[in-house]
């Protein structure tokens, strides 16, 4: 019988690029028993299936470790950057290059300051050459690595040492700085990773106890404290509480929770004891998705950086031949000494180096993913950033998307012919309806309680299918239910239809409740407009976003929705078929984002250029479906992600055009001889940390999430 293969991720330490993940999954791919790996160096992470009959998890984790990428436990704390490898053997070379400069001016004799000088090459350079060969023996890729290594070699064998050291030395900071780079770009999922407990209090035969949150299971009762984080998704058994929920949807007001409630993983407990179900385990719960989704995005790459990399491809063996070109034609048709044109060639071959400009689109790309993560805003990719980008047109669903998804009491009359009082009379409708889980009755009683009208004692409470509710009340028997259905032939019918036909008129569900021969009052109910929604509109539209409405709602509601918030195009009564098709001639004329909730909307998303779900926290097919999820339900999120796309499309061009030009100047200067070979070297490197500072800058979010981004 064949072993089923042990899965397992584990992160690991110095994994900072595509070379250190091609040397990790090469050196596995050895070790004996693992069947598959795949390295993340976004996230620092592999991903590993072994045959237990073979190995085991230790023995794969010494391994990782003999490799030279020891497992990050979680109990520690984050190895300092001056401990990775890149960053000691550049620092150990700058002290020879100084040290053999020192020398070389103290000393008649030169081999010592040749010694400390040959040290210093062997010490910076021994990685980013052998990283260059690995690549070109494995994948037949002749990369920048090897432009480097082939002009300190060729700056040493033309008689300049130092100058080779100096090389070797500024470009090992660069390879130092991209461990550190990507460091600062993983915060965003180290936070995620921060917010959930490492305990939980769970309570077991009415004893609380604590235990880690690797062991929670779906089932199990926990108590969560004021101030204190949700260990794991769940619902809430008892208690009241404000939860703050900004760190897993970006929403800024704390929400209300109480008994039947869903609680997310990481949100934090404002000030009641609340005792919760868990629902989810710890590996699946909505912080763990978040973060498993983030970090797979950081590693899908957008076209821009795709087209960089084929770009360098192609590129860089063009720069070592160009270079070996420029030397021949300054010796042999300018009659240069070869040893003069080579040390130009030298110079170009640096000068030309694409180092800046392929950084440039990825640093930026991930950085911007994070910080959108952070903000309750999952972008499944770099293309995904890039097509939001082009955005220019939105098509929202109403239902849960401009509204609350629930109705709510707009108008309550009391009709003339109630014995009561307007209190009264309302206190009596949500009696009736108090036995009801339908949304309209739901809403009754929640408009009800807003105003204090008590819900009385009630007997023998009945459907009446096709028609309402009866209930007996104080020994009379009182009716709640549709128009038409209920108070037909009651002496004032009159009155209460002309009621019903003004708020239907105004795209309400009504209902009537009174005694067969009178009705007493008529409610109408709708689905009321998120308070965030006309400012989320807003700032659509001052993004110079057109916004439509497209929705399976009757006409008229859409239309009182669409009017409400000064939508000019608008189509009601659609089936998801009809949205597709909608969304097809509408993608037509240009780029188009669909939003709706990720499960009804699921065509119409998967058709828009980039389908975005919202509300979707705890919501496993909607962070599944969608291109973006916007955690929380407001939608002012939307123009947030715009705004941080746009932005993250202006950084990347920027970078480029920096890159560009300082290539572009350092070549015509190398083959004029107007720059040596550190200043060359030292105004590439410069412009290779201005680049990562640039893309760095991802790492911020506006002020006010209204701010431009």
Sequence with gaps: MKNEATRFEVRVQHLDCEDDAAKLEAGLRSHQGVVETRAFPKA????????????????VEHELASLGFPVARDTEREAPSWRNPK????????VLVALGWLLARALPATAPSLVALGLAILVGGYSFAREGLQKLVRKRILGIEVLMSTAALGA????????AAMLVFLYSISEAAEGFTEQKTRAAVRALMKLVPKVALVRRDGVDVEVPVESLAVGDTFVVRPGEAVATDGEVLSGETSMNQAPVTGESVPVKKAAGDEVFAGTINAEGVIEVRATKTFHENTVAKIIHLVEEAQEKKGESQRFIERFGARYSPAVLVGGLLIAAALALAFDFAWSSALHRAVVF???????????????TLVAALGTGARHGVLIKGGVILERLATIRTVALDKTGTLTRGEPVVTDFVRLNASPFTERETLSRLATIESRSEHPVARAIVAHARALNAPVLEVTGVSALPGAGVVATIDGVAVLAGRPGRFGVGAENEAEAMAEVRRLEGDGKTVIV?????????????????????????RLLRGRGVEVIVLSGDQMIAVERVASTLGIQRFRGALTPEDKLTEIRALAEQGPIAMVGDGVNDAPALAQATVGIAMGAAGTDVALETADVALMGDDLRRLAFALSLAKRTQRVVRQNLALSILVIGTLAIGAVAGVFSLPVAVLVHELSEFIVIGSGLRMLRAPARMDASA
């Excluded at 991903?47 to 085991?56: I, R, V, Y």
């Excluded at 960053?87 to 700058?94: I, K």
């Design 513 to 537: 409740a009174g005694t067969n021969s009178r009705i007493w009052c008529v409610v109408a109910v709708q689905d009321a407009v998120r308070d965030e929604t006309p400012e989320a509109v």
């Design 44 to 59: 620092g992470k592999v991903a590993l299936a072994f045959d237990p009959a073979k190995t085991s998890r230790e023995a």
């Design 349 to 363: 071959i640096v000068a030309a180096a694409p180092c800046a400009l392929v950084i440039s689109v990825p640093i």
């Design 87 to 94: 960053v000691l053997a550049s620092v150990t070379s700058g």
């Design 156 to 163: 040493a064998a033309l008689g300049e040492p130092l100058e």
